[in-house]
């Protein structure tokens, strides 16, 4: 069975960092576009950062640039994320794209910066 499970949500305050993990089951993270996205209460969903399956190369929302990193180990894709801001604070989605063959989401980790 195809499954995504991410883990690393919380609670921090302004300017602190947390480490966001997608793992899979069914298949390898190694063979697919990975992607992080985010959905704040009464906000669409939003592409927040992807790393490609070709050759690793990665991208990242504008508001996120230089704080957020997506990367890549094995069978784990992981997304640290510093210089956290209250805007920030959303359900954190592990996203896989399967192509043709369709798409997986994991069930969602709750990401809270609080001033």
């Known amino acids: 069975q195809v499954q995504l499970v991410e883990s690393g949500g919380g609670s921090v305050q302004p300017g602190g960092s947390l480490r966001l993990s997608c793992v899979a089951s069914g298949f390898s993270l190694n063979s697919y576009g990975i992607g992080w996205f985010r959905q704040a209460p009464g906000k669409e969903r939003e592409g927040v950062s992807c790393?490609?399956?070709?050759?690793?190369s990665t991208y990242y929302a504008d508001s996120v640039k230089g704080r957020f990193t997506i990367s890549r180990d094995k069978d784990t894709v992981t997304l640290q994320m510093n210089s956290l801001k209250p805007e920030d604070t959303a359900v954190y989605y592990c996203?896989?794209?399967?192509?043709?063959?369709?798409?997986?989401w994991g069930p969602g980790t709750q990401v809270t910066v609080f001033s």
């Open positions: 790393i490609r399956s070709s050759d690793d």
């Open positions: 996203h896989a794209d399967f192509g043709n063959m369709g798409e997986e």
